[in-house]
């Protein structure tokens, strides 16, 4: 199973996609912020194997989440987040990385099925 760092302001969202995730067997490790979720990944041992992200969130953003630790983990998976269709536009810079988008409201199935499309 994979290592992910997940990271969402929204705590709701954070704490149902984190239980979902290590239901399926994954370790995750949650942040509520961009910062944390970077200062978590600069301070583990392993190197997460998929960043799931919300794309905005104050502070760090995702988008320059996801950038800071593609570039720190080249094999990095990312999962972007929203809930606004505009950040689909934002979000295409990273696309060329293998990056996923997901829509908010999503079901636990397609988190889920992210997360295996984003490890296949």
Same mark, same amino acid.
């Given at each position: 199973?994979?290592? $992910?760092? %997940?990271? !969402? ?9 984190c239980r979902a ?41 995702? $988008?320059?989440? @996801?950038?800071?630790?593609?570039? @720190?983990? $080249? ?11 505009? !950040? ?10 293998? @990056?996923?988008? $997901? ?13 295996? %499309?984003?490890?296949?």
């Open positions: 199973m994979a290592r $992910i760092l %997940l990271a !969402d302001d929204d705590a709701a969202m954070l704490d149902l996609v995730l290590t239901a399926d067997g994954h370790t995750v490790t949650a942040a509520t912020d961009g910062q944390e979720a970077l200062d978590r990944s600069m301070t583990t041992a392993e190197p997460f194997d998929v960043l799931v992200t919300d794309l905005q969130m104050p502070g760090l953003d995702g $988008i320059t989440l @996801a950038e800071r630790l593609i570039t @720190a983990n $080249i094999g990095l998976r990312v999962v972007l987040m929203s809930g606004f269709q505009g !950040d689909l536009a934002r979000a295409d810079q990273l696309k060329h990385n293998g @990056a996923r988008f $997901i829509a908010k409201p999503f079901t636990l199935e397609q988190i889920r099925a992210e997360i295996r %499309l984003a490890l296949s």
